[in-house]
């Protein structure tokens, strides 16, 4: 696995290209790659949650921002991203913000 790590900067890269020319197909197929090779990465985790937001699958979105938050990512920072905006009208996400506000790590 040792040259599956050296991949992950480039995968980063295509998913952040794929995402803002709108194709969520290939952002979901890359995220997806990225987190088979590091499942636990909270980067990638939060990463599907944009992804997913962006491509209006909001249940999958709220499922990978609830992970992220779970391995410390900042509720704080994930409130006012751009690529998480459909899910802000969402009670859902308000109540992952609440559940998660003051408990990172």
């Known amino acids: 696995m040792a040259g ?8 980063a890269a ?22 088979s090779i590091d499942p636990n990465k909270i980067r990638f985790i939060y990463n599907e949650a944009q992804v997913q937001a962006l491509a209006n699958h909001h249940a999958e ?4 921002l609830r992970g992220a938050f779970e ?3 900042s509720p704080e920072e994930a409130r006012n991203h751009p690529e998480l905006k459909s899910l802000e009208d969402r ?3 308000t109540n992952l913000l609440k559940e998660f506000s003051g408990k990172t790590k």
Do not use: T, V
């Not at 995402?19 to 197929?29: E, L, N, T, V």
């Open 71 to 73: 391995k410390g990512y």
């Open 4 to 11: 599956s790590a050296y991949c992950l900067p480039s995968l």
């Open 14 to 35: 295509k998913i952040r290209a794929a995402a803002k020319r709108g194709d969520s197909a290939q952002a979901i197929h890359f995220i997806r790659r990225a987190r």
């Open 91 to 93: 009670p859902e996400f």
């Open 61 to 64: 979105a709220l499922k990978a």
